[in-house]
Protein backbone atom coordinates (compact mmCIF):
# COMPACT_ATOMS: atom_id res chain seq x y z
CA UNK A 1 0.00 0.00 0.00
CA UNK A 2 1.53 3.19 -1.23
CA UNK A 3 1.83 6.46 1.26
CA UNK A 4 -1.17 8.27 -0.25
CA UNK A 5 -3.35 5.20 0.16
CA UNK A 6 -2.21 4.86 3.62
CA UNK A 7 -3.14 8.32 4.68
CA UNK A 8 -6.21 8.46 2.52
CA UNK A 9 -6.96 5.15 4.77
CA UNK A 10 -6.11 6.76 7.98
CA UNK A 11 -8.25 9.65 7.06
CA UNK A 12 -11.45 7.49 6.19
CA UNK A 13 -10.97 5.39 9.34
CA UNK A 14 -10.63 8.90 11.62
CA UNK A 15 -14.16 10.18 9.95
CA UNK A 16 -15.27 7.12 11.33
CA UNK A 17 -14.63 7.23 14.54
CA UNK A 18 -15.70 11.21 14.64
CA UNK A 19 -19.19 10.55 13.03
CA UNK A 20 -19.81 7.63 15.63
CA UNK A 21 -18.40 9.31 18.88
CA UNK A 22 -20.96 10.81 21.45
CA UNK A 23 -21.63 13.87 22.81
CA UNK A 24 -20.99 15.57 25.97
CA UNK A 25 -23.97 17.35 27.47
CA UNK A 26 -23.50 20.03 30.43
CA UNK A 27 -26.51 19.19 32.78
CA UNK A 28 -28.46 22.56 32.99
CA UNK A 29 -25.52 24.20 30.84
CA UNK A 30 -24.98 27.38 32.47
CA UNK A 31 -26.93 26.84 35.57
CA UNK A 32 -25.37 23.46 36.43
CA UNK A 33 -26.40 21.31 38.77
CA UNK A 34 -28.49 22.74 41.81
CA UNK A 35 -31.57 23.16 43.75
CA UNK A 36 -34.03 25.20 41.47
CA UNK A 37 -36.19 27.95 42.33
CA UNK A 38 -39.62 27.43 43.30
CA UNK A 39 -41.07 28.18 40.29
CA UNK A 40 -38.69 26.09 38.04
CA UNK A 41 -38.96 22.84 40.04
CA UNK A 42 -39.21 20.79 36.48
CA UNK A 43 -36.17 22.90 35.29
CA UNK A 44 -33.97 19.55 34.89
CA UNK A 45 -36.76 16.96 33.61
CA UNK A 46 -38.03 19.85 30.75
CA UNK A 47 -34.14 20.13 29.78
CA UNK A 48 -33.44 16.46 29.08
CA UNK A 49 -37.18 16.56 27.40
CA UNK A 50 -35.80 18.75 24.82
CA UNK A 51 -32.58 16.82 24.49
CA UNK A 52 -31.77 13.35 22.30
CA UNK A 53 -29.57 11.43 24.52
CA UNK A 54 -27.78 8.03 22.77
CA UNK A 55 -25.50 5.48 23.45
CA UNK A 56 -22.29 6.62 23.76
CA UNK A 57 -23.16 10.30 24.52
CA UNK A 58 -22.00 11.47 28.18
CA UNK A 59 -23.68 13.67 30.70
CA UNK A 60 -21.65 16.55 32.74
CA UNK A 61 -22.37 17.80 36.36
CA UNK A 62 -21.11 20.60 37.63
CA UNK A 63 -21.95 21.53 40.96
CA UNK A 64 -20.69 22.23 44.91
CA UNK A 65 -21.08 21.27 48.00
CA UNK A 66 -23.47 18.61 46.77
CA UNK A 67 -23.56 15.45 44.78
CA UNK A 68 -25.34 13.42 42.16
CA UNK A 69 -26.40 9.73 42.49
CA UNK A 70 -27.85 7.25 39.84
CA UNK A 71 -30.73 5.15 41.25
CA UNK A 72 -33.71 3.38 40.36
CA UNK A 73 -36.97 4.59 39.08
CA UNK A 74 -38.72 4.15 42.33
CA UNK A 75 -36.02 5.78 44.58
CA UNK A 76 -35.87 8.09 42.33
CA UNK A 77 -39.71 8.62 42.87
CA UNK A 78 -39.37 8.81 46.76
CA UNK A 79 -35.95 10.70 46.15
CA UNK A 80 -34.40 8.11 48.56
CA UNK A 81 -30.10 8.07 47.72
CA UNK A 82 -29.88 5.63 50.62
CA UNK A 83 -29.98 2.43 48.02
CA UNK A 84 -27.81 4.03 45.10
CA UNK A 85 -26.30 2.45 41.72
CA UNK A 86 -23.67 4.66 41.95
CA UNK A 87 -22.90 7.97 44.00
CA UNK A 88 -20.46 10.89 42.73
CA UNK A 89 -19.55 14.03 44.46
CA UNK A 90 -16.37 15.20 43.11
CA UNK A 91 -18.04 18.72 41.58
CA UNK A 92 -17.29 17.84 38.15
CA UNK A 93 -18.73 14.51 37.48
CA UNK A 94 -18.97 12.48 33.64
CA UNK A 95 -21.12 9.70 33.21
CA UNK A 96 -20.81 7.83 30.27
CA UNK A 97 -24.61 6.92 29.04
CA UNK A 98 -24.02 3.06 28.03
CA UNK A 99 -26.74 1.53 27.86
CA UNK A 100 -30.47 1.86 26.08
CA UNK A 101 -33.11 2.93 28.15
CA UNK A 102 -33.75 5.48 31.49
CA UNK A 103 -31.46 7.24 33.62
CA UNK A 104 -32.22 8.15 37.00
CA UNK A 105 -30.28 10.90 38.64
CA UNK A 106 -30.96 12.84 42.17
CA UNK A 107 -29.17 14.94 44.36
CA UNK A 108 -28.43 12.75 47.13
CA UNK A 109 -29.72 15.01 49.38
CA UNK A 110 -33.29 14.43 49.97
CA UNK A 111 -34.40 18.49 50.50
CA UNK A 112 -32.71 19.08 47.29
CA UNK A 113 -34.60 16.82 45.48
CA UNK A 114 -38.00 17.05 47.07
CA UNK A 115 -37.55 20.53 45.61
CA UNK A 116 -36.61 19.31 41.83
CA UNK A 117 -32.74 18.73 42.01
CA UNK A 118 -33.41 15.09 39.84
CA UNK A 119 -33.93 14.71 36.57
CA UNK A 120 -34.59 11.33 34.05
CA UNK A 121 -32.89 10.56 30.85
CA UNK A 122 -34.26 8.70 28.12
CA UNK A 123 -31.30 7.43 25.92
CA UNK A 124 -32.06 5.50 22.80
CA UNK A 125 -29.95 3.63 20.33
CA UNK A 126 -27.72 5.08 17.73
CA UNK A 127 -29.25 2.66 14.92
CA UNK A 128 -32.44 3.65 15.44
CA UNK A 129 -34.57 2.55 12.36
CA UNK A 130 -36.83 5.55 12.18
CA UNK A 131 -36.50 9.65 13.57
CA UNK A 132 -36.51 9.59 17.18
CA UNK A 133 -39.93 10.25 18.80
CA UNK A 134 -41.01 14.07 19.79
CA UNK A 135 -41.49 14.05 23.99
CA UNK A 136 -43.32 17.09 24.88
CA UNK A 137 -42.50 18.46 28.60
CA UNK A 138 -45.52 18.07 31.16
CA UNK A 139 -47.52 21.00 30.74
CA UNK A 140 -46.79 23.63 33.55
CA UNK A 141 -48.34 27.15 34.46
CA UNK A 142 -44.36 28.55 34.61
CA UNK A 143 -42.92 26.87 31.00
CA UNK A 144 -44.99 28.20 28.35
CA UNK A 145 -45.65 25.44 25.94
CA UNK A 146 -44.88 26.47 22.00
CA UNK A 147 -47.00 25.75 19.11
CA UNK A 148 -45.99 22.86 16.88
CA UNK A 149 -43.10 24.27 13.78
CA UNK A 150 -45.07 24.14 10.13
CA UNK A 151 -45.28 20.87 8.22
CA UNK A 152 -42.13 22.28 6.03
CA UNK A 153 -39.99 22.68 8.91
CA UNK A 154 -40.39 18.91 10.05
CA UNK A 155 -37.28 16.64 9.45
CA UNK A 156 -37.99 14.66 6.32
CA UNK A 157 -40.07 17.37 4.56
CA UNK A 158 -37.27 18.29 2.07
CA UNK A 159 -35.94 21.21 3.90
CA UNK A 160 -32.48 21.24 3.04
CA UNK A 161 -31.02 23.20 5.89
CA UNK A 162 -31.90 20.63 8.50
CA UNK A 163 -29.37 20.05 10.88
CA UNK A 164 -31.02 18.23 13.77
CA UNK A 165 -30.26 14.86 15.06
CA UNK A 166 -31.52 12.92 12.04
CA UNK A 167 -29.13 15.02 9.92
CA UNK A 168 -26.85 13.85 12.36
CA UNK A 169 -27.28 10.42 12.16
CA UNK A 170 -27.47 10.46 8.57
CA UNK A 171 -24.63 12.43 8.31
CA UNK A 172 -22.86 9.08 10.43
CA UNK A 173 -24.10 6.19 8.51
CA UNK A 174 -23.11 8.28 5.47
CA UNK A 175 -19.65 8.67 6.73
CA UNK A 176 -19.12 5.25 7.55
CA UNK A 177 -20.12 3.90 4.11
CA UNK A 178 -17.87 6.27 2.70
CA UNK A 179 -15.12 4.49 5.09
CA UNK A 180 -15.84 1.14 3.91
CA UNK A 181 -15.59 2.39 0.24
CA UNK A 182 -12.14 4.23 0.85
CA UNK A 183 -10.36 1.25 2.60
CA UNK A 184 -11.44 -1.36 0.52
CA UNK A 185 -10.17 1.13 -2.59
CA UNK A 186 -6.81 1.55 -0.55
CA UNK A 187 -6.41 -2.39 -0.01
CA UNK A 188 -7.35 -3.28 -3.97
CA UNK A 189 -5.67 -0.86 -5.92
CA UNK A 190 -2.20 -0.51 -4.52
Not at 109 to 135: D, F, H, L, W
Request: include cysteine.
Amino acid sequence: MSSSSTALAFFFLTCTIAAVAGRQFLVGENVGWRVPAMRETQLYDIWALRRHFYVGDTLRFQYKNDSVVLTTESAFMRCDSRQPISVFNDGNTVINLDKVGKFYFISGKANRCIKGQKMTVNVESRNYPYPPPVVTPPHSPNYPIYPAPPSSQLPGSGNSSDSGPESTVSISVMSFIVSVVGLWLCMHHP
